[in-house]
């Protein structure tokens, strides 16, 4: 029989266990000019993954980067997205989604002011990527900011690599509605 949650809403157990937050609890971090709001930490999740939902400034976002054994997954909730996925620009909108397997370069930038984009890291490798490449924050409305150098280097030892900034690329409406027959990187449209 389900029982709803023992512990007040809006704070994670720190162990596997049943908790819910409302929309924008969670723990914040500061990267760049954007905050993640980790939302499920591997503490929660018995080490199968995290989740952070993504928010920041139009032209924000993430460097290129890739993750050696960890799988990321995104889902844009609200705004456009660019993503930059092995040399190819994919611009997202509301409903559209993207697989990111391990190894894969991949980079971000918002291209509007609402944009909120829920993300999990799926596997053990990132563990703590978010508190390193940021700094504690005290909600989820962000200021503009670079990411340090130091920060990279502390998250570097995340599982992440930094191979350089996101080229000026156009990106390209995401009209793919299919799944590829094989592990590779892909964004299919909403609905697809």
């Not at 190894?103 to 990132?126: D, F, H, V």
């Not at 996101?166 to 799944?179: D, E, K, Q, R, S």
């Amino acid at each position: 029989m389900w029982r709803p949650p023992t512990r007040p809403l809006g704070l994670r157990p720190g162990a596997e266990g049943l908790y819910a937050l409302r929309d924008g609890q969670g723990e914040y971090h500061l990267i760049g000019g954007m905050v993640a709001t980790l939302i499920a930490r591997q503490a929660e999740t018995g080490g199968a993954f995290e989740a952070a939902v993504l928010t920041g400034s139009v032209g924000t976002g993430l460097l290129l980067h890739r993750h050696g054994a960890t799988d990321a997954a995104l889902y844009v909730l609200v705004g456009r997205l660019e993503q930059q996925m092995d040399g190819q620009a994919h611009l997202l909108t509301a409903g559209d989604h993207a697989l990111v397997p391990a190894g894969t370069a991949q980079g971000l930038r918002r291209q509007n002011w609402r944009m909120r984009l829920p993300g999990w890291s799926i596997g053990t490798g990132l563990a703590g990527g978010y508190p390193a490449l940021g700094a504690p924050f005290s909600r989820p409305v962000q200021p503009e900011l670079e990411i340090p150098q130091a920060r990279l280097d502390a998250a570097a030892a995340t599982d992440t690599e930094f191979p350089g900034l996101l080229p000026a690329v156009a990106p390209v409406l995401v009209t793919v509605a299919g799944l590829p027959a094989a592990t590779r990187p892909y964004v299919p449209q909403d609905g697809g």
